[in-house]
C-alpha cells in the first residue's frame, strides 16, 4: 500500500494505492491519526485502490466516528467496482459517504 498526502489549505487528500488489508489497514490509521487536528475535512481517493478488507473497513468506520465527533466532513471519492462492490456486500455504501 502506499499513501500519498496532500493538503488543499485545510482540507487532506489522502490517495491511497493497492491494498488495504490486516496488515496495512494500522498504517493508514496511523497517517490519519497523525493529522488530527491540521485539516477542516478529509478526503479519501481511493482511485488506485485495489482491495479493502475488513480490516481497512474498520479503520473507515473508526475514521469516521471520531470526524463525525468533530464535525469534520469526511468523503471517499473515485472508488472502483472492486472496492464499491465490498462497501455494498458490507453495507458500508450506507455508513460512509462515498462519491
Do not use: C, H, W
Amino acid at each position: 500500500m502506499k499513501i500519498t498526502k496532500n493538503y488543499n489549505e485545510k482540507e487532506l487528500i489522502l490517495s491511497v494505492e493497492g491494498r488495504i488489508d490486516t496488515i496495512t489497514s494500522q498504517e493508514l490509521d496511523e497517517e490519519i491519526n497523525n493529522e488530527l487536528g491540521k485539516f477542516d475535512s478529509l478526503t479519501l481517493d481511493f482511485a488506485d485502490l485495489k482491495y479493502i478488507s475488513s480490516a481497512g473497513l474498520r479503520v473507515l468506520i473508526a475514521t469516521q466516528k471520531k470526524l463525525k465527533a468533530e464535525n469534520i466532513p469526511f468523503v471517499i471519492k473515485n472508488v472502483n467496482e472492486t472496492v464499491n462492490e465490498i462497501f455494498r456486500m458490507s453495507g458500508f455504501n450506507k455508513i460512509l459517504k462515498i462519491e
